[in-house]
């Protein structure tokens, strides 16, 4: 075997397995940017006696006499009624035409010289047409409940919620992932809210298991169309 062959059978052993490697450690799918706290502890309350005031009031945890106990504090809980419901849909449709004809007629002389030029007559067209049409269309529709924890209370006494749902059936498992922020005076009777009503809305729903991995490509299947041009 000469040494270039040589050269070139160790450079395909040593870099074949991590090319290999690498395909097989990329992600298949794409992650949701969920807070990455997704549950707190409620606050300790104060110390009536290091600070007291003389009344029934206190400065945190006070509770209106004629209000329903709602969430407005570190480690309360809320209830997101997820109604999702997206529909999106497209077409484009384009027709374009062109024709075009020319006629060339030159009659015939006799005589000239004691020479005779014969006629001519040329006709000439072009056809050129396109069409072009496209449609595409995309809907999603995602329902049930997930029961949150308010992580943090901001400036304005908007509230900042996350939450986890985790459920485990024999070899297979799905996991629920929420985030957002609300609006303490759209929560409605019970503690719930629609996540139609809450800003910046993170939503992660995936699973494990068999059935997910007969759904995800294979790694060598990965490997190849990542560098495949077709």
Known sequence: M????????????????????????STPRDRIKVSSVTTARPQPPLDQSEHPTGAIFRPQGNLLLFQDRRP?????????QLNETLNAS??????TEKKTNATA?????KGVLGMSINGLNTTASSDNA?????????????????????????AN????VAGEKQIGIRENSEVLRFSG?????????????????VADARLDYRGGGNIEQ???????????NSWSPF
């Open 2 to 25: 000469k040494p270039m062959s040589r050269f070139l059978l160790r450079f395909v052993c040593l870099v074949a397995p991590f090319l290999v490697a690498l395909g097989a450690c």
């Open 72 to 80: 407005r504090a570190i480690g309360d809980l809320l209830t997101i």
């Open 90 to 95: 497209q077409s484009a449709s384009s027709n």
């Open 105 to 109: 007629v030159i009659p015939a002389v």
């Open 130 to 154: 396109f069409n072009g049409t496209g449609a595409t269309t995309s809907s999603g529709l995602f329902t049930g409940t997930i029961t949150v924890t308010v992580i943090e209370v901001l």
């Open 157 to 160: 006494g908007n509230l900042m």
């Open 181 to 197: 922020v609300i609006d303490p005076a759209l929560i409605q009777s019970g503690n719930v809210i629609s996540s139609t009503q």
């Open 214 to 224: 007969a759904q995800v490509q294979g790694w060598l299947g990965r490997f190849f």
